[in-house]
Nanobody, 125 residues
């Protein structure tokens, strides 16, 4: 059983920073492309960032490009999302997801096989 556990969410003022972590267990982390998604009430889950298995390739939604950085530590089985210059519109529940046996991550939620429970990020204006 693969388990993904996010942490690091919270309340921050606009312009501030947060770092999300996602600890992965139960499967070889380095065999999975990984992604971060977010969702607000009444909206579909949207792609935020993705990273290849090796960590050498990263992908971002236009809305976060230049502000967010995705990274991974395969030795620690952990995925990260560094979020800087946060805006109120970044408020959402953030989810990490694993795309097994893929080298490059997809941008559609349906492409992912495993999901965490989510962590709330709230950015006040």
């Amino acid at each position: 059983q693969v388990r993904l556990v996010e942490s690091g969410g919270g309340l921050v003022q606009a312009g501030g920073s947060l770092r999300l972590s996602c600890a992965v267990s139960g499967r070889t982390f380095s065999n999975c492309a990984m992604g971060w998604f977010r969702q607000t009430p009444g909206k579909l889950r949207e792609f935020v960032a993705g990273i290849s298995r090796s960590g050498t390739s990263t992908y971002y939604a236009d809305s976060v490009k230049g502000r967010f950085t995705i990274s991974r530590d395969n030795a620690k089985n952990t995925l990260y999302l560094q979020m800087n210059r946060l805006k109120p519109e970044d408020t959402a529940v953030y989810y990490c997801a694993a795309d097994r046996d893929k080298i490059v991550p997809g941008i559609k939620g349906s492409e992912y096989d495993y999901w965490g429970q989510g962590t709330q990020v709230t950015v006040s204006s």
